[in-house]
């Protein structure tokens, strides 16, 4: 069988392409409605002896007991196998409300083996200004395990050292958002492409009742990437506005002509845009076997001479069939595939075809390496 490794994507890309519309919800994004990162460091206890002792998890150790007004001899070193330093991170939904929780990842920061059956203690998470804006603590939840024997061999399934905790983390306080102010609104698409924004805001402004001849417009583009929307100041009347706006269908503009290649796995996928010019491609292959055969030679029973062994070679060229094809002026993705189906060609072959044709200037499209 040919192409097993990319036929289902070159099928896909070759079917064809029916108009669909979708709804702005899918393909662009209100600005200044996002999810902020949050960060945090603490520790987790309680690990079966998988944990770790390094110099900043023992320094963490002891400013936590410090905490509760534990003081330890300085000259003491603890053993704390069962406790691990860790990064925790989650991210802050935009409108989450103080008292309300997410989900946060705890991942070691140093030698711990595994964090499985561990606890996390409270640990404050901070934005990028360095405000507290959740706390987390609670048990974690880790997939993967691993095991060691004595002579050092070791499994490992999954990753033991990464967990996360379901609503982990209690809300603080929020991040100020600017929905509510001014009297308008950005829709910035997830694509930039300057048709779809001309075809996203004419599409508003029909739906809505404007008239952009006569001066009255409700959406506008400015540029590739986003349309400004007139909308209402009150809030509630805003939040009524966008769940109609979000939900209009239209009918973005066709993406760029572009072929894409994962030179790692073999995978190509081909836009249906993609067109080729006048080109003859060629495709073979040259094997060259060589053998060694020994052979013993004896000399006659009545003659004087030594046994020797000889060494015949036998060099075989096996020169494959070689094909080739023309592509005419606009060739399809159809046709393209149907070519190279026919000749044979393996995954690499492919890569090297596509790559010579956009050389020679005859690929009509962009070509992606990934």
Known sequence: MRFLTYLTAFLLAAMPVIASAQRIKDVASIQGVRSNQLIGYGLVVGLPGTGEQSPFTEQSFRTMLSNFGISLDPNTKPKIKNVAAVAVHAD??????????IDVTVSSVGEASSLQGGTLLQTFLKGV??????????????????????????IVVNTPTVGRIPNGAMVEQTVPSGFANGDTLTLNLHYPDFSTAKRLADTINERLGAQPEQGYAIATPIDAASVRVSAPRDVGQRVGFLAVLENFDFEPADAPARVVINSRTGTIVIGQDVRLLPAAITHGG???????????SQPNALADGNTVVTTQSIVDVDLADSRMFKFQPGVTLDQLVRAVNEVGA??????????????AGALRGELVII
């Not at 040259?286 to 013993?296: D, G, K, M, R, W």
């Not at 393996?346 to 050389?359: C, H, K, S, V, W």
Request: aromatic share 4%; charged share 15%.
């Open 286 to 296: 040259l094997t060259v076997t060589i053998a060694e055969n020994q052979q013993v």
């Open 92 to 101: 802050l939904p935009a409108f989450i409300k103080p008292g309300q929780k």
């Open 346 to 359: 393996a995954p690499g072959d492919l890569m090297a075809i596509l790559e010579a044709l956009r050389q």
């Open 129 to 154: 200004d360095g405000k507290v804006y959740a706390v987390a603590q609670g048990s974690l939840v880790v997939s993967g395990f691993g095991a060691q024997g004595g002579d050092g061999s070791r």
